[in-house]
């Protein structure tokens, strides 16, 4: 069965700060999809990025960047030079192959992002 | 603008009272799906449906009842049955193929519901 681990429930930074989140995966698949998520004071969870099992290549997209490592099972999230706007939960989430991912997607428990002016 | 409209976005209920959840998205997505999310637990399955007419139970279906008449509706009813119905409960879609789901789903904005 699969599972996704974000050892980290609560971050505090000062902003203007780098921070990382972290994401540990189980799966025994192996073609998967890799997901982050935010959510905002607001509810609504917003897409951040897809990774396929087969795409190990970094990701930039402003200030936010992702390293996928499969050899870790991890789907790191790093914000660079942190805003207050940032401060959300973020969640990691994990969809396989084997009978399509037709039951969505499993998610990690989130990360509270703390950014402090 | 195509979306996720969840309604209503807070909802108070007594207990042993059933209430229905509305979930209304106009994106054209096959598949749709009812999470339900406590403090520090992520979000947690309790229902998902590929097409009109079938659906099945996630991981925390006890208590929970939906339908799926028509491509854009899937109401969650939350029954007297649930013994902790006090929660935020998103809904979601998603793009499904009959082959692989990619999995990028599209929320709503969520209903709170608090059970007095």
């Known amino acids: 069965a699969q599972k996704v681990t974000q050892a980290q429930t609560e971050i505090s930074v000062v902003e203007k700060e780098d921070v990382t989140l972290d994401c540990v995966y189980e799966?025994?698949?192996?073609?998967?999809?890799l997901f982050w998520y935010k959510q905002p004071p607001s509810g609504e969870l917003v897409f951040l990025i897809r990774?396929?099992?087969?795409?190990?290549q970094n990701e930039i997209s402003g200030r936010y960047s992702w390293n996928f490592q499969k050899s870790t099972s991890s789907f790191n999230f790093t914000i660079t030079a942190s805003q207050v706007v940032d401060s959300a939960v973020y969640f990691c989430?994990?969809?396989?192959?084997?009978?399509?991912?037709?039951?969505?997607?499993?998610f990690g428990k989130g990360t509270h992002l703390i950014i402090q002016p | 603008d195509g979306g996720i409209t969840q309604s209503p976005k807070y909802l108070f209920r007594k207990e042993g009272q059933n209430v229905t959840l509305s979930c209304e998205q106009n994106?054209?997505?096959?598949?749709m799906y009812w999470y339900r999310q406590d403090p520090g637990q992520g979000l947690r399955l309790i229902y998902y449906?590929?097409?009109?007419?079938?659906?099945q139970k996630g991981d925390i279906a006890e208590g929970y009842s939906v339908s799926r008449e028509k491509k854009e509706s899937f109401p969650l009813t939350v029954t007297s049955a649930q013994k902790n119905p006090t929660a935020f409960y998103l809904c979601?879609?998603?793009?499904?193929?009959?082959?692989?789901?990619?999995?990028?789903?599209?929320f709503g904005e969520g209903s709170r519901l608090t059970v007095l």
């Open positions: 449906s590929q097409i009109v007419n079938d659906f």
């Open positions: 799966t025994r698949d192996t073609t998967y999809y």
């Open positions: 989430a994990l969809s396989e192959a084997q009978g399509g991912g037709a039951d969505g997607l499993t």
């Open positions: 979601a879609s998603s793009i499904w193929t009959g082959v692989i789901n990619t999995g990028e789903l599209f």
């Open positions: 990774r396929n099992s087969f795409d190990e």
């Open positions: 994106l054209n997505h096959d598949a």
